[in-house]
């Protein structure tokens, strides 16, 4: 049961444009919410993370945007640089459970064109 | 503060050898994870540890894959035996004990290749 979707499974957008990456998730239980990227022949890495405190958060030119109602969450990247290609993973964890178990979504291949 | 290790960094093994990849975590790090990356599965989850302590072992992997966690800094991963269907890159990850807000930091990787 894929509990964690992601889309596109790839996106391609020009430099400097904004490139959307959109997830949805089933368990209402979730609260938290980090994105990871990996470059690829390296490891993934967390680049930015939320919980539904609140609906927003920034770091830079990255931006999560959260919305409890419809379970669904968007890591927007503003003025896209050819060094953020990469394959993005969203995922989620319950704290409630207080485990340290993530469910990843299947990425999303984000390639820059300059 | 070294981060999460892992060896061998290739493995090539002909179908029906059994296999160990080694795994050793941040320092100091309670969680651990063994993962299984391809491009079609993407991300999956075969073994998670708490403080050496078993609490998920993958469903669907039970059969041939094992994991231990003999001391808070040593993990393995064995597969017994080895199908071709295997080949993948094996990750393990670590993080603290936070709940479920831990950062989890991924080591290099194992690259399996089963002949």
């Known amino acids: 049961q894929q509990q964690v979707r992601q889309s596109p499974q790839s996106l391609t957008v020009w430099e400097g444009e904004t490139a959307i990456l959109n997830c949805s998730y089933e368990d209402s239980t979730f609260d938290y919410f980090p994105w990871y990227h990996q470059f690829p022949g390296e490891s993934p890495a967390l680049l930015i993370a939320i919980r539904p405190v609140s609906n927003k958060k920034e770091d830079g030119r990255f931006t999560i945007f959260f919305n409890k109602r419809e379970k669904k969450f968007s890591l927007h990247i503003a003025d896209s640089q050819p060094g953020d290609s990469a394959t993005y993973f969203c995922?989620?964890?319950?704290?409630?459970?207080?485990?340290?178990?993530?469910?990843f979504g299947d990425g999303t291949v984000l390639t820059v064109k300059p | 503060d070294a981060g999460v290790t892992q060896t061998p960094r290739h493995e090539v093994a002909e179908k029906g050898q059994t296999i160990i990849l080694k795994c050793e975590p941040v320092s100091g790090h309670n969680d651990l994870f063994w993962y299984r990356q391809t491009k079609i599965q993407g991300l999956e989850l075969l073994s998670y540890?708490?403080?050496?302590?078993?609490?998920?072992d993958g469903g669907a992997f039970k059969d041939r894959f094992k994991a231990e966690m003999l001391n808070s800094s040593f993990s393995t991963l064995k597969i017994q035996p080895t199908e071709p269907k295997d080949s993948a890159v094996y990750l393990c990850?670590?993080?603290?004990?936070?709940?479920?807000?831990?950062?989890?930091?991924f080591g290099p990787g194992t690259r399996l290749t089963v002949l």
């Open positions: 990850a670590s993080s603290r004990d936070w709940g479920g807000y831990a950062e989890q930091f």
């Open positions: 995922a989620a964890s319950d704290y409630n459970t207080n485990t340290g178990k993530l469910t």
């Open positions: 540890f708490r403080s050496k302590s078993l609490m998920e």
